[in-house]
T-cell receptor, first 115, second 112 residues
Framework: GAVVSQHPSRVICKSGTSVKIECRSL??????MFWYRQFPKQSLMLMAT?????????EQGVEKDKFLINHASLTLSTLTVTSAHPEDSSFYIC???????????FGPGTRLLVL | GQQLNQSPQSMFIQEGEDVSMNCTSS?????WLWYKQDPGEGPVLLIA?????ELTSNGRLTAQFGITRKDSFLNISASIPSDVGIYFC????????????FGQGTTLQVKP
């Protein structure tokens, strides 16, 4: 399967700071990538669609000013959690799509803990 | 909106037993995907189904795309301890957005 990497795998930060998470598509160029968050024992919740060279599309209820997404190249999308608060603590997972296929390949996830 | 209902929610089985889980929807899906998520990891694609009635195997795993396009099942034969994890079904909602809808997941525990 396709390889998608995320960095960092775990991060602990103080409340009020910003955290950047990188998602890289290693096997293929991805014009579209997705960002999800997952709470314990729950399913994945789509946050936003990251489009290379254009603005991200956010799902209803997701604050675009709080979760900044940048998709500057065909292999890299970044998610920045700005002014993080304890309730932002979660597991953040990205995925990439190869061409026009509907199959998504997921990164290993980033565990964020905000103190 | 479109939803995927996955069952059972959890299973606790003995090593060597076969496992079956399914996913249903009130609306039609043109693709069904099955993922497995290990604790602290991202989901890994197990099987992708693109055609109604399609039956596809991947080792001890077998999945079928229901002919009504409203359901899919995943079978695991002769379970082993490393099968432990959460299994998700997923499918693209209508509108060709590239997004996926996920089921609630089936948590599988295997007793050695």
């Amino acid at each position: 399967g396709a390889v998608v990497s995320q960095h960092p795998s775990r991060v602990i930060c103080k409340s009020g700071t910003s955290v950047k998470i990188e998602c890289r598509s290693l096997d293929f160029q991805a014009t579209t990538m997705f960002w999800y968050r997952q709470f314990p024992k729950q399913s994945l919740m789509l946050m936003a669609t990251s489009n290379e060279g254009s603005k991200a599309t956010y799902e209803q209820g997701v604050e675009k000013d709080k979760f900044l997404i940048n998709h500057a190249s065909l292999t890299l999308s970044t998610l920045t959690v700005t002014s993080a608060h304890p309730e932002d603590s979660s597991f953040y997972i990205c995925s990439s799509v190869r061409g026009t296929q509907e199959t998504q390949y997921f990164g290993p996830g980033t565990r964020l803990l905000v103190l | 909106g479109q939803q995927l209902n996955q069952s059972p929610q959890s299973m606790f089985i003995q090593e060597g037993e076969d496992v079956s889980m399914n996913c249903t929807s009130s609306s039609i899906f043109n693709t069904w995907l099955w993922y497995k998520q290990d604790p602290g990891e991202g989901p890994v694609l197990l099987i992708a189904l693109y055609k109604a009635g399609e039956l596809t195997s991947n080792g001890r795993l077998t999945a079928q795309f229901g002919i009504t396009r409203k359901d899919s099942f995943l079978n695991i034969s002769a379970s082993i301890p490393s099968d432990v994890g959460i299994y998700f079904c997923a499918g693209p909602p209508s509108g060709n957005t590239g997004k996926l809808i996920f089921g609630q997941g089936t948590t599988l525990q295997v007793k050695p």
